[in-house]
T-cell receptor, first 118, second 115 residues
């Protein structure tokens, strides 16, 4: 149980285009999902917290108009990188909290999406 | 924000030997959760072990165990009988209980297992 998927696993796009990344909890309901960014050989940096049915909470320094987050259902959250630029190239990881699990405090992670902006 | 410190950027261990990865954290809260996650080259984050702060007993999962010292704010991970598949980045994480669900991650320790 507690499987989280991400799609796509990798994407290459041109500068100025928008890219949408999906995060799904496959076998559980997730009222809360998180979006992280990870640079090579570095730790995970929390970008935003996504709650189902409400607006996402962004960490300081993260542009909410650039990184649009939508959590429309209990199993799906999306991150849209708008007008992507080369500096947005990174590894994006989502995670989800299993609201009904015995260990509700545990985050389960997706496999990540590698974004390369040319 | 809570601070999680992993002072060992890189560690190595001989196969079948034991290695300990250290983690310290800074908090003024009395109730929280601590985790160790593993990130192999595939970059999939995998939960290794979790510890509730209110529990004095150290968590154990097969070859993985922790030494939780609450007063010292220390949470080290011991890997026994190391296997080649244990080679990965290991991240220590702190989670608040009452306000918010955010995790705070350490900077990671890269573990190499030598055959």
């Amino acid at each position: 149980g507690a499987v989280v998927s991400q799609h796509p696993s990798r994407v290459i796009c041109k500068s100025g285009t928008s890219v949408k990344i999906e995060c799904r909890s496959l076998d559980f309901q997730a009222t809360t999902m998180f979006w992280y960014r990870q640079f090579p050989k570095q730790s995970l940096m929390l970008m935003a917290t996504s709650n189902e049915g409400s607006k996402a909470t962004y960490e300081q320094g993260v542009e909410k108009d650039k990184f649009l987050i939508n959590h429309a259902s209990l199993t799906l959250s999306t991150l849209t990188v708008t007008s992507a630029h080369p500096e947005d190239s990174s590894f994006y990881i989502c995670s989800a909290l299993n609201a009904r699990a015995s260990y509700q405090e545990t985050q389960y992670f997706g496999p990540g999406t590698r974004l390369l902006v040319l | 924000a809570q601070t999680v410190t992993q002072s060992q950027p890189e560690m190595s261990v001989q196969e079948a030997e034991t290695v300990t990865l250290s983690c310290t954290y800074d908090t003024s809260e009395s109730d929280y959760y601590l985790f160790w996650y593993k990130q192999p080259p595939s970059r999939q984050m995998i939960l290794v072990i979790r510890q509730e702060a209110y529990k004095q007993q150290n968590a154990t999962e097969n070859r993985f165990s922790v030494n939780f010292q609450k007063a010292a704010k220390s949470f080290s991970l011991k890997i026994s009988d190391s296997q080649l598949g244990d080679a990965a980045m290991y991240f220590c994480a702190y989670r608040r209980v009452r306000t918010g669900n955010q995790f705070y991650f350490g900077t990671g320790t890269s573990l190499t297992v030598i055959p």
